[in-house]
């Protein structure tokens, strides 16, 4: 089966001819046809920390943003209104570098830098129709310490769901992995621990149905915090990158033989790889609980990655401690 899946693959993927955010957007146009009818697209990754993924979710956004008309960013992990960045995107008031350092950490990177300094340009150049960062309930803008993660999944699409229903606005959701997919549910594993919940996508999927659409960005090797191998054979990662192209998108809902089809809907595992990893322990950190078509409508691999830039100019360091859920 392994053979004719690779095939497969290699026949349908769309490969990628440039990662830099501000290339032509002609090679991602085959997503447009995927995502054309969507209400929200999430896009999610399975490392925050790393150059390529990043890049090329930069550059779904603009084809959604320049192409298909969505208006409104979520960009997980943070309230852009709380450090100032939907302020500076609408008016340029601010400084956009010293805005970020009051941001999350793994926001203070220079490709999200890149994302907020592109979104003030376009709104620049459209002042009547302006792209904005999608806002937080007031009554979800102090949650409590306490919320555990059933209840974080659950508070993330309930936050999309709330910005949908009051702007109309097209929305992407940019967050990591674990929270776009459709699991209903999944298990997020590091090397000591695992845990089981439904997830934001499986809500989404949910209220909007197929005007949800999960795009899952994945890797098969390279440089993050850590050196990273390559994933165990048994994971969709290892898979995904025997077609052995450099980048590609794949519509995980086109045509394939049998043998394709069962490989899609089996159930597996994709790597998923937070601040807390071990590369001696690389299979331990996972998703699991559902198929890759279960998961996700499309897929963007990218085959070796490298790290993050960050805004100090620093080389990108591990944290001390190497346990932990990772949250992708």
């Keep these: 089966m392994t053979d004719e899946v690779t095939q497969w693959i290699r026949s349908r993927a769309h490969r990628l001819t440039a990662l830099d955010p501000r290339a032509p957007l002609s090679d991602l146009r085959p997503l447009a046809d995927m995502v054309r009818d969507a209400k929200v697209v999430a896009v999610g990754v399975a490392c925050r920390h790393t150059h390529e993924l990043s890049a090329v979710s930069h550059r779904v956004v603009r084809l959604l943003v320049e192409e298909l008309g969505f208006r409104s960013l979520a960009l997980e992990g943070d309230d852009a ?17 010293a ?10 990177t220079e490709e999200i830098l890149g994302l907020i300094q592109w979104m003030r340009s376009y709104n620049h150049q459209h002042p009547g129709d302006p792209v904005r960062f999608a806002g937080i309930a007031p009554s979800q803008r102090h949650p409590s310490q306490h919320d555990d993660l059933a209840d974080i999944e659950r508070g993330l699409a309930e936050e999309t769901i709330w910005w949908r229903e009051r702007t109309a606005d097209k929305i992407v959701y940019w967050g990591g992995l674990a929270h776009a997919a459709n699991g ?23 209220r ?30 290892a898979m995904l990158g025997s077609a052995g192209l450099d980048a590609y998108l794949l519509d995980l809902k086109a045509d394939g033989p049998g043998r394709v089809r069962t490989w899609l809907s089996t159930p597996t595992r994709t790597r ?3 601040p807390a990893y071990d590369p001696r322990d690389d299979g331990a950190y996972h998703m699991s609980g559902g198929s890759l078509a279960d998961w996700f409508d499309a897929v963007i691999h990218v085959q070796e990655v490298t790290p993050v830039r960050l805004l100090d100019g620093e080389k990108a360091e591990p944290p001390a401690a190497t346990s932990g859920i990772p949250t992708g």
């Excluded at 209104?81 to 570098?97: H, I, M, Q």
């Excluded at 090397?191 to 989404?204: E, F, I, K, P």
């Design 81 to 97: 209104s709380r450090v100032g960045l939907d302020e500076y995107v609408r008016t340029g008031t601010g400084d956009p570098r």
């Design 99 to 108: 805005l970020l350092a009051e941001a999350r950490s793994f926001w203070q």
């Design 184 to 206: 209903n549910p999944r298990t997020v594993s590091a090397s000591s621990s695992a845990m089981t919940h439904r997830n934001a996508g499986s809500y989404l999927r949910e």
């Design 208 to 237: 909007f149905g197929p005007g949800y659409v999960s795009i899952g960005l994945t890797f098969h090797h390279g440089m993050t915090l850590y050196p990273v191998p390559a994933p165990p054979s048994e994971f969709a990662d």
């Design 272 to 274: 998923l790889i937070g």
